[in-house]
Nanobody
C-alpha cells in the first residue's frame, strides 16, 4: 500500500488544518487507517484511527475533542481535521495502514501498521 499524506503547514494557536491521506488500494474496507505524529526529540505517538469497514474511530487523549478523523471510501482517502491547535501539536504527521480491524489502544500502536506515508509537517506558532 502506498500512502500520500498532505495538508500540513503553519497555523496559529487556536487555528485549524486538514490533513489528507490518499491510499493506493482498491478499497479501504479491509484496513485500519491511523494517524501518528512525532515531534522533535519525542517518541512517535498514535493520534487517531478509523476502521475502513465500519467507521469506528479512536483518539489519543491529547487530541480528543479537537481532532476529527473521517474517511471517504470512494476516494480511498482518510482525513484528519485539526482544530483548536496548540503549540504542542507541532510535529511530523504520518498516516499508516494495517490490514484488518483494530480498536481501542491497539489501533494507535505503530507496531501493527505495515505501510506508512512520508509525513506532512504541522507547525503551530504565532
Amino acid at each position: 500500500v502506498q500512502l500520500q499524506a498532505s495538508g500540513g503547514g503553519l497555523a496559529q494557536p487556536g487555528g485549524s488544518l486538514r490533513l489528507s491521506c490518499a491510499a493506493s488500494v482498491a478499497s479501504l474496507d479491509h484496513y485500519t487507517i491511523s494517524w501518528f505524529r512525532q515531534a522533535p526529540g519525542k517518541e512517535r505517538e498514535g493520534v487517531s484511527c478509523i476502521r475502513g469497514n465500519d467507521g469506528y474511530t479512536n483518539y489519543a487523549d491529547s487530541v480528543k475533542g479537537r481532532f476529527t478523523i473521517s474517511r471517504e471510501n470512494a476516494k480511498n482517502t482518510v482525513y484528519l481535521q485539526l482544530n483548536s491547535l496548540k503549540s504542542e501539536d507541532t510535529a511530523l504527521y504520518y498516516c499508516a495502514t494495517a490490514p484488518g480491524y483494530y480498536s481501542g489502544s491497539y489501533c494507535l500502536l505503530g507496531t501493527l501498521f505495515d505501510s506508512w506515508g512520508q509525513g506532512t509537517l504541522v507547525t503551530v506558532s504565532s
